[in-house]
């Protein structure tokens, strides 16, 4: 089945620091992934959409320039947190859709926790 | 503003007795609704979908039953089995495959042995 992988699964950084994240598909092309946080006891929320060869499409509210992506390659889409502030800890999904009717596939999540 | 809600944050159920987890969404545009399952630390893995076309999915022991007049959706497990004890997200799309998915907040099904 489709598998995305995610790294790293967790991070702690300080205040001030970048923080990047990967999202790969690892048997399928994926042209479009998308991102997602969800803070303690809310819904996953999407942030951006992530475009192979094209820039990021960005949700109402997401600062495009604190949360940079790239989606470099039809395999992995990269969210880099900069000047990561401790509001900004949370946990970030990617996903994306192999094109089946049946759902998209989730990366395992990245815990971040800005200290 | 939340189109998609799941009304009940937690459930919690007898081993082999039946569960419901139910979801609400206000778009009428949607056409596609899925059911995510979450464990702690973990990206959400899909369970199961139903299109608009459909009232019911069925896919083992999940079954999702659609009413579009109500725009609401069910998620029935039976029998209910302590490995299923996690969060599950409804989640609505208004295409299938290729736009992004709108979620509920989730609902913690706890399953006691």
């Known amino acids: 089945g489709a598998v995305v992988s995610q790294h790293p699964s967790w991070v702690i950084c300080k205040s001030g620091t970048s923080v990047k994240i990967e999202c790969r598909s690892l048997d399928f092309q994926a042209t479009t992934m998308f991102w997602y946080r969800q803070f303690p006891k809310q819904s996953l929320m999407l942030m951006a959409t992530s475009n192979e060869g094209s820039k990021a499409t960005y949700e109402q509210g997401v600062e495009k320039d604190k949360f940079l992506i790239n989606h470099a390659s039809l395999t992995l889409s990269t969210l880099t947190v900069t000047s990561a502030h401790p509001e900004d800890s949370s946990f970030y999904i990617c996903?994306?859709?192999?094109?089946?009717?049946?759902?998209?596939?989730f990366g395992s999540g990245t815990r971040l926790t800005v200290v | 503003d939340q189109q998609v809600k799941q009304n009940s944050p937690s459930l919690s159920v007898q081993e082999g007795r039946i569960s419901i987890l139910n979801c609400d969404y206000t778009n009428s545009m949607f056409d596609y609704f899925l059911w995510y399952k979450k464990y702690p630390a973990e990206g959400p893995t899909f369970l199961i979908s139903i299109s608009s076309i459909k009232d019911k999915n069925e896919d083992g022991r999940f079954t999702v039953f659609l009413n579009k007049s109500a725009k609401h959706l069910s998620l029935h497990i039976v029998p209910s089995q302590p490995g299923d004890s996690a969060v599950y997200f409804c989640a609505a799309s208004a295409q299938a495959g290729a736009n992004n998915l709108f979620f509920g907040t989730g609902t913690r099904l706890t399953v006691i042995p």
């Open positions: 996903s994306a859709s192999p094109g089946t009717q049946f759902g998209y596939t």
